[in-house]
């Protein structure tokens, strides 16, 4: 159970998240309904990096001492770069509480989790992958998070947007079925005339041999 401290500070960040989300890069984060303790956050994955287009959903746990205290920082999502669902070795986990610093936040936290994500430098908890690897990642990330209940509970507006984007893939795989369809139909519509007009000129040009016989 949080000490009131820790459910104090942990309240007004969360209302402070509210009102100026994190944005650069897209961070998403909420406490658990039943549990404040415990947050769920999710990390868009930049244009510009081997990430782009992923959705990348883990947990932050913090001890009830917090902020004196580290939380300990979990990504479930595979990314090519932690291994999911581990504890993982940052200078702002429960791993180095020596170099810990109570004016950090959840912002802070998840930020710096994104700077060490965009690095190679080894850690525990990290992994090695090919930069194909992670874009292969980056494009499963949402069929991965949503056969997750606590991700579907926690950010239904990424749920919300993802059936749609599928839905209208579908649509558009359809129409593109159709107008492929469509033109070969066209198409053999238009070697069948042609057909038909060589065999007529070759018709006309056999009676016209025939004429001089």
Not at 99 to 103: G, I, Q
């Given at each position: 159970m949080a000490t009131p401290l820790c459910h104090r500070r942990l309240t007004r960040e969360y209302?402070?998240?509210l009102k100026s989300p994190i944005k650069s890069p897209s961070i998403l984060a909420v406490p658990n309904e039943s549990n404040i303790l415990?947050?769920?956050y999710v990390i868009e994955g930049g244009r510009e990096t081997p990430y782009a287009d992923g959705f990348y959903h883990g947990k932050l746990i913090f001890p009830k001492e917090y902020p004196l205290k580290p939380p300990?920082?979990?990504?479930?999502?595979?990314?090519?770069?932690?291994?999911?669902n581990r504890r993982l070795c940052l200078s702002m986990s429960d791993f180095h509480p020596e170099?810990?610093?109570?004016?950090w936040s959840v912002s802070t936290i998840l930020t710096g989790l994104y700077s060490f994500m965009l690095e190679t430098a080894p850690t525990l908890g990290s992994i090695e992958s090919t930069l194909s690897a992670k874009r292969k990642f980056a494009r499963q990330s949402m069929d991965f998070n949503i056969k997750d209940s606590e991700f579907c509970k926690?950010?239904?507006?990424?749920?919300?947007?993802?059936?749609?984007?599928?839905?209208?893939s579908f649509v558009s795989g359809i129409i593109e079925d159709e107008q492929t369809l469509t033109s070969a139909r066209e198409d053999d519509e238009v070697r069948g005339i042609i057909a038909a007009g060589a065999a007529v000129v070759a018709v006309l040009s056999l009676l016209f041999?025939?004429?001089?016989m």
């Open positions: 209302q402070a998240l415990e947050w769920h300990s920082v979990i990504m479930l999502t595979p990314s090519g770069r932690f291994k999911p170099s810990w610093n109570p004016m926690n950010f239904p507006q990424l749920v919300s947007s993802y059936n749609e984007r599928k839905k209208n041999a025939l004429r001089f």
